[in-house]
């Protein structure tokens, strides 16, 4: 104890020493800048981060709400694939969330996040993410950080450039990875690419005040593979770009077969213009399947539509629609600033970024000056509109945000860096490492048309040496810095789940005023809820028995169920009864092949139990609700198929004695 | 241990009052936005206090009034109160208009926080139920007829 207070009066003294230095605000020495950089991402216990860091789960197909400056993860989101902590998938009223055209599909891979927008700026609406693999764009309700509508993109193979969106949300994007053979020669050599391979892009339009998605239209392209996008803003507002790679259109051994031409290109989209071709019917209608599910929050359920008809494009019907626009060696970014005036690319493979100017590429399509035409589209030439060329930045530039004030910010994959520099000049500021392989970045607010700056992230794609080793797969990262100086400065890494792929963030204001506290019970329209345990009770129809549950701190009604029999379907419709904030109830049966719920105050939830043996089984609360949690549970007994016990339930029931009338 | 934690704390503390001290040099000019605030003004069906003489009684009972109050009940308040004498998960309700006055129920009813921090009785009662009595989303309106209702379970006409 003594030699503690010892020590303790040392270190107090060495912190003071500290202090004095550090006070002067004159950081000497790589000991105290390295304190007083990390201490502008803590946040003291108790205190609430600035900004919502919304961050795409790679591979585990979900998103992942992180606080800054401070790191700390708030919530997984589930959207792409089942989450049996939540029940997403399992529930009877998810359930529908996840299925396509092929059935249900249980898993993704969730790339790019897109935050929706009014003028340009975040309006802390809807969070819009994108499924790779079995093509399909998710929309999250803000207000309740729920999946709340997912939509099938046809006619499409890889959905990587997606889910961008234009400045009033007008749409959301879909652009294909992987071309493949669409309409209705499907079944063909895979040699014969470059003659029956297509690639789309799917405009998916928003409905103003509901944001309900439906595709409004597909354009048809020559097979490229598409990589990411942007939408135009501001006087480049009504204009989309899209970075595509493998012009070489080879279909196989791409390291190398899509590497071979010096440039690959930029697709410039005039979708006003596809408006106007759509209303004057220049569309084609085209039969295809694909699933549109969305999630009705009053009725705590999802709903799942095959829908059969999408209206293509086609170019050669619509001049003047798009531009291809050349861009050196496999292009992955292309991000307009916030002025909307340019457009920078990044080719993986270059060593310099070619920047783009809007209004040259306007005076270029004026004049016609093309260098020819790919496939029937024109090609604009490089130097008509090139604003510039930054020289030598670092090796493989991936992707640009910016400041607001007329900087961007350009990750590099390749040499593991950020580099700062200037829109105008072009000119480098600035550069920091990264710890390692960075891949995509984000500022707050960085798409748009005022960023709010101040901070830059890095989502990196290996992290060996930063973290305790755990087997052979660490976890990945991200690393917050400041950028409101003139030098970028590293405060904090923060482990992520999955693979962190793309982010977006927004002030915490936006949000956190409307969050959804609890559901009302009133406006609970569920068709299975009880509301009151007055109405809960257990039905027998046919061989399904329905159990309509209540639960609220802390028991369930009905706690005692008998009557079931081998060979029924048992459903489990739960009710929780409570409305106050932050007190959800779960539930459980043993030996259920399927998850658990978890249902929100003001919620109902169904579970599908198909109990498979005789006995009798306890279900329980599985979340921590009260000093009386553990208490709370029930049981349901399971007879023979041929038993003749009818239904009967109970909560509460004891030995008969005389009860008290009112 | 003990003392490696306090360590920490102190650390982060100075650092905390150095964050303040510091960042005038880079900062923007943002108004830092109190978050902590904004979510406390969100609208919450917390009632204010109610103090007493804002509540009166009339005979005969308000017929709608033990309506709708009874339906409140049943929606949320049955689950943990009987309305009999028998405790369940909060105590029976029976003769509780005539053992507490109005504006004790009706503050129990909007205003439990501030009740189960501040009221002897409120807290003698949880220490026999044990679980904080949760906040329904109960209306000052709404928990009036709720008043009613009992008054009705009392045996008042
Ligand atoms: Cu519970």
């Excluded at chain 1, 798009?322 to 005036?341: I, L, N, Q, R, W």
């Excluded at chain 1, 004030?405 to 590099?412: D, E, L």
Aim: one cysteine or more.
């Amino acid at each position: 104890m003594f030699l503690n207070i010892l020590k303790l009066s040392k270190f107090i003294a060495f912190v003071l020493g500290i202090t004095f230095i550090i006070y002067g605000c004159k950081p000497k020495g790589i000991q105290s800048s390295v304190g007083g950089d990390a201490v502008k991402a803590y946040v003291p216990p108790g205190k609430y981060d600035e900004f919502y860091n919304f961050v795409s789960g790679g591979f585990s197909g979900q998103m992942s709400v992180y606080g800054l400056p401070s790191g700390r993860l708030f919530r997984v989101i589930p959207v792409f694939s089942v989450d049996p902590e939540k029940g997403y998938g399992y529930s009877e009223e998810t359930k529908p969330m996840l299925n396509t055209s092929h059935g249900s599909v249980p898993w993704d891979d969730l790339h790019h996040i897109a935050l929706s927008q009014t003028d340009g700026v975040h309006d802390g609406r809807w969070a819009f993410g994108n499924a790779n693999n079995t093509p399909r764009i998710a929309r999250i309700d803000l207000k309740t950080f729920r999946t709340i509508e997912i939509i099938e993109i046809p006619n499409s193979a890889g959905n990587h450039s997606s889910p961008f969106i234009t400045e009033n949300s007008e749409y959301v994007v879909a652009g294909t990875r992987f071309s493949v053979p669409i309409g209705d020669k499907l079944d063909v050599p895979i040699s014969s690419y470059k003659e029956n391979f297509k690639g789309t892009l799917s405009f998916i339009g928003l409905d103003k005040q509901t944001g309900k998605m439906n595709i409004s239209f597909q354009i048809l392209l020559p097979g490229v593979n598409f990589d990411l996008a942007r939408a135009g803003k501001g006087k480049s507002h009504g204009w989309f770009f899209f970075s595509c790679y493998n012009s070489e259109r080879a279909n196989t051994l791409l390291e190398v077969n899509a590497s071979q031409k010096d440039k690959d290109f930029i697709l410039c989209v005039n979708w006003k213009k596809a408006e106007e071709y759509l209303k004057a019917g220049k569309g084609n209608k085209k039969s295809v399947k694909y699933a549109h599910n969305s999630y009705d929050e009053q009725k705590h359920m999802a709903n799942s539509v095959i829908e059969n008809e999408v209206i293509v494009l086609d170019p050669k019907d619509c001049p003047d629609m798009v531009y291809f626009m050349p861009c050196p060696k496999s292009p992955h970014g292309c991000d307009t600033d916030p002025t909307g005036e340019y457009i920078v690319g990044s080719g993986k493979l270059a060593a310099m970024i070619p920047v783009f100017s809007f209004t040259k590429i306007q005076a270029a399509i004026a004049s016609k000056n093309y260098e020819g035409d790919y496939e029937g589209i024109p090609v604009l030439k490089y130097d008509a509109v090139l604003h510039g060329e930054v020289k030598k930045p670092g090796l493989g530039p991936l992707h640009t945000e910016f400041d607001g004030n007329g900087n961007a910010y350009t990750s590099f994959f390749v040499s593991s860096e950020i580099v700062k520099w200037r829109i105008s000049d072009l000119q480098v500021l600035d550069r920091v490492p990264t710890y390692y392989s960075i891949g995509h970045l984000c500022i707050p607010g960085g798409p748009t048309k005022k960023p709010w700056g101040k901070y830059v992230i890095a989502y990196n794609k290996i992290t060996k040496d930063r973290y305790l080793p755990t087997g052979p797969e660490l976890t990945q990262s991200a690393q917050l810095y400041s950028i409101d100086g003139e030098k970028m400065k590293l405060l904090l890494d923060f482990p992520t789940i999955g693979e962190p792929h793309y982010a977006e963030a927004i002030p915490a204001e936006l949000i956190s005023k409307n969050s959804v506290k609890i559901y009302k019970l009133e406006e609970n329209k569920n068709p299975y809820a009880s509301l009151g345990e007055k109405t809960a009770k257990v039905e027998r129809k046919g061989n399904e028995v329905h159990v309509y549950m209540t639960s609220i701190r802390s028991h369930f009604v009905p706690d005692n169920i008998e009557g079931v029999k081998l060979g029924d379907v048992v459903y489990f419709h739960v009710t929780n009864l409570e409305q106050d904030w932050d007190v959800p109830h779960g539930f459980a049966v043993k030996g259920a092949n399927n998850a658990e719920l978890l249902i929100m105050p003001g919620e109902t939830q169904t579970l599908l139990w198909k109990p498979e043996r005789i006995g009798v089984f306890p279900m329980y609360c599985t979340d921590f609700c009260s000093a009386l949690h553990q208490e709370m549970q029930g049981y349901i007994r399971v007879s023979s198929a041929g038993s003749n016990l009818p239904i009967s339930f109970s909560t509460g029931k004891k030995d008969p004695e005389p009860t008290k009338s009112l | 241990m003990k003392s490696k934690v306090l360590n920490a704390i102190a650390l982060l503390m100075v650092f905390g009052i150095l964050a303040i001290s510091c960042s005038g040099g880079v900062q923007k000019d943002q108004k830092p936005i109190d978050v902590q605030e904004l979510t406390k003004n969100q609208p919450e069906v917390h009632g204010t206090e109610v103090k007493d003489g804002e509540i009166t009684f009339a005979s005969p009972l308000n017929a709608e009034w033990v309506k709708s109050g009874q339906n409140t009940y049943d929606l949320k308040c049955l689950a943990c109160h009987k309305l009999t004498e028998e405790k369940l998960v909060g105590p029976g309700w029976a003769g509780v208009t005539k053992k507490r006055n109005p504006t004790w129920i009706l503050n129990m009813i909007t205003n439990v926080d501030m009740m189960l921090d501040t009221d002897p009785e409120a807290q003698k009662l949880l220490e026999q139920c044990l679980v904080r009595m949760p906040n329904q989303n109960i209306s000052k309106e709404e928990a009036r007829q709720v008043i009613e209702f009992m008054r009705k379970n009392d045996g008042e006409m």
